[in-house]
Nanobody, 111 residues
Framework: QVQLEESGGGNVQPGGSLRLSCIASGFTFRGFDMSWHRQAPGKERELVALIGATGVLRYRDSVKDRFTISRDSGENTIYLQMNNLKPEDTGTYFC?????WGQGTQVTVSS
């Protein structure tokens, strides 16, 4: 049974940092792109960051130089380091590998 489990979300003040993790089980993700997406209330889900199977990195413009995606192939885990968080980063963050999605972890940035 394939499972993606996100963790690391929470409430943080503007300028703060969080590190999200996504652990994949029942699945070997070598050879697949892996990505983080987010969805704010009333808005569509959007791509935040992607790490390709070859290691190529892509970020949405609004998070460049603030967010870093990485992966640990040996442990089937991907990370999203988020620095200098802004209120507009608020939303539910999902990891996505192949056709699988996690349940999401909530990130709220507010003073």
């Amino acid at each position: 049974q394939v499972q993606l489990e996100e963790s690391g979300g929470g409430n943080v003040q503007p300028g703060g940092s969080l590190r999200l993790s996504c652990i994949a089980s029942g699945f070997t993700f070598r050879g697949f792109d892996m990505s983080w997406h987010r969805q704010a209330p009333g808005k569509e889900r959007e791509l935040v960051a992607l790490i390709g199977a070859t290691g190529v990195l892509r970020y949405r413009d609004s998070v460049k130089d603030r967010f870093t995606i990485s992966r640990d192939s040996g442990e089937n885990t991907i990370y999203l380091q988020m620095n200098n968080l802004k209120p507009e980063d608020t939303g539910t963050y999902f990891c996505h590998i192949a056709t699988y999605w996690g349940q999401g972890t909530q990130v709220t940035v507010s003073s």
